[in-house]
């Protein structure tokens, strides 16, 4: 609880945002928003400047996903705010807790329509199906209860965007702060009957898997013991790949996979632990051959996400942490031998063999990256390797994989938001596996890392153009077109913002090329071509 007089209300904004915990914006300033940022300099809070505010929501992103906190961006009326769409989008489908401020013309100017300088005809309204909450700040002396609400709403349920608009004559606005308490955030949790009915169904049950997904994510420790207590195998989505490393329960493959669906239509008992069960991890390709479950239990901190997807027997509104804490209270010391470990080991073998030689090669080099650089991060785009790891793929710790190609799958998320990841953890080697076409959207923001001699490795997969799209367009009986577009020389573009850069002739290169990134002061980047690299595709 502190008490900070404030002239303007935007130096009252960054003595809130202090306040709650925030260290660092991502933002480019403009001449809508200088009045946010005249409190900035003399604060404790860092500000990351991107090429373009797409790179300033996915380096949010980025950053949310790895520290555990919502990410934060400032940017300006109109043009700044719809370049900030595809990431609110993205950080919306995957539940990813953002705060976008933005500027907005003069509250008497507002609807008006008469051309003012980046207006829009209501752009609250224009963001607010994609984020949980969209106001615009009309009274100054309002703004301690809306960033409240803010951080409220971003942690207390499912986690997602939220965007404040400040008009231009408010920013400037005289306002007197007083005490500023920032309590502690509610989380739900199942009653009792609940807890106990659920507790009845482990105990019985001989067959039990538990899926985990980026819900989970605090609730591993528990999470782990709760399968060894019903000899459980776990399978992780791809926002949860790496909370069960080297685990023998662990099935680190995806529920579109044949071989992961049959063992969990076998289960007497299904735990969905903090999964939207949506199609990107559950239905892949989109042939509709999830199986329907006898015995679901789904656990979710969003009443709305458990009246969705597959019908549950039990659905359980409450954070995974509560809810495993109390579950575990009422199921006891190991459970009678029923053979998970055999389960999960006959799962993993299967759905290796389930997958192309293409695929698995381009998995062993993942996993090369992973033993290369111990406790580093993979941060994806949309590219081959990255389908081919969401498929199947062990990240060596948790957050240490994510990428755009489940929910809203955009193109150019890898760049930026391995910056965000790389400001959350300044010492650990971010590996940022971008294709030439994904890379191409986000190309500029290399010289963002190099600004802030952000610790990322960009890992360009080059296959000449939308490899992907090219392939589905052929199974599909379609001549290809606009699937080729031209690249550029990616060591060259490099080497021109002063990051150091290499193209591997042969994919064996690839340990010794990623140890001398990781030893660079800041960025660096390493080609790999499909074709032209040896051994970079089966």
């Not at 790949?241 to 289960?267: C, E, M, N, Q």
């Amino acid at each position: 609880m502190t008490t900070v007089p404030a002239k303007t209300v935007g130096e009252a904004l960054i003595t809130l945002l202090e306040a709650y915990g925030v260290e660092v914006v991502f933002g480019i300033p403009g001449v809508h928003t200088v009045e946010l940022y005249r409190g900035l300099a003399g604060s404790t809070i860092r500000h990351v400047t991107p090429r373009h505010e797409q790179g300033a929501g996915f380096m949010a992103d980025g950053y949310a996903r790895v520290s555990g906190k919502p990410g934060v961006c400032l940017v300006i009326t109109g043009p700044g705010l719809t370049n900030t769409i595809t990431a609110m989008a993205q950080a919306y489908q995957d539940s990813i807790p953002m705060l976008v401020i933005s500027g907005v013309n003069a509250r008497a100017t507002l609807g008006h329509g008469r051309g003012r300088l980046h207006e829009l005809p209501d752009q609250r309204a224009m963001i607010a199906s994609l984020a949980l909450m969209s106001h615009t700040l009309m009274d100054p002396k309002d703004l301690p209860d809306v960033i409240d609400r803010a951080f409220l709403l971003m942690q207390a349920g499912r986690p997602g965007p939220v965007h404040i608009e400040i008009p231009t004559d408010v920013m400037a606005a005289p306002i007197e702060l007083g005490e500023i308490v920032t309590g502690s955030i509610p989380r739900p949790r199942a009653d009792v009957a609940t807890v106990l009915d659920v507790a009845e169904r482990c105990r019985k049950a001989e067959q039990a898997v538990i899926i985990a997904g980026g819900g989970a994510l605090s609730a591993a420790p528990g999470i782990e013991l709760l399968a060894e207590r019903l000899d459980a195998p776990l399978v992780t989505t791809v926002n949860a790949r790496g909370l069960f490393y080297g685990h023998k329960l662990s099935v680190p493959a995806s529920p579109s996979l044949t071989s992961v669906r049959r063992l969990i239509a076998d289960a007497d008992l299904v735990l969905a632990l903090g999964t939207q069960m949506g199609q990107t991890d559950y239905d892949m390709y989109a042939d509709g051959g999830f199986p329907e479950l006898r015995n679901l239990i789904r656990v979710d901190v969003d009443a709305a996400q458990l009246a969705r997807g597959p019908a549950a027997a039990v659905s359980v509104l409450s954070t995974v942490n509560n809810f495993v804490d109390d579950l575990l209270t009422d199921i006891n010391g190991p459970k009678a031998e029923n053979h998970g470990e055999r389960r999960a080991e006959a799962t993993r073998s299967a759905a290796v063999g389930e997958l192309s030689d293409k695929m698995r090669c381009e998995i062993s080099i993942l996993e090369t990256i992973r033993d290369t650089l111990p406790g580093c991060i993979i941060v994806g785009d949309s590219t081959q390797a990255v389908y081919s790891g969401n498929l199947y793929y062990e990240a060596g710790r948790m957050r240490g994989w994510f990428n755009a190609a489940t929910g809203y799958g955009a193109l150019g998320y890898g760049p930026p938001a391995a910056i965000g990841a790389s400001v959350a953890e300044p010492q650990t080697p971010i590996v940022c596996l971008a294709g030439d076409g994904g890379l191409q959207f986000s190309l500029a923001e290399i010289g963002s890392a190099r600004d802030i001699a952000a610790k990322v490795i960009f890992l360009v997969w080059n296959n000449d153009g939308y490899e992907e799209i090219k392939n589905h367009m052929l199974e599909c009986g379609i001549e290809p077109e606009g699937v080729t577009p031209s690249a550029p020389d990616f060591p060259m573009i490099a080497r021109a913002y002063g990051v150091p850069a290499c193209r591997l002739a042969n994919i064996s290169e690839l340990p010794e090329a990623l140890r001398w990134a990781a030893q660079q002061p800041g960025p660096a980047l390493i080609e790999i071509h499909e074709r032209n690299t040896l051994g970079a595709t089966a």
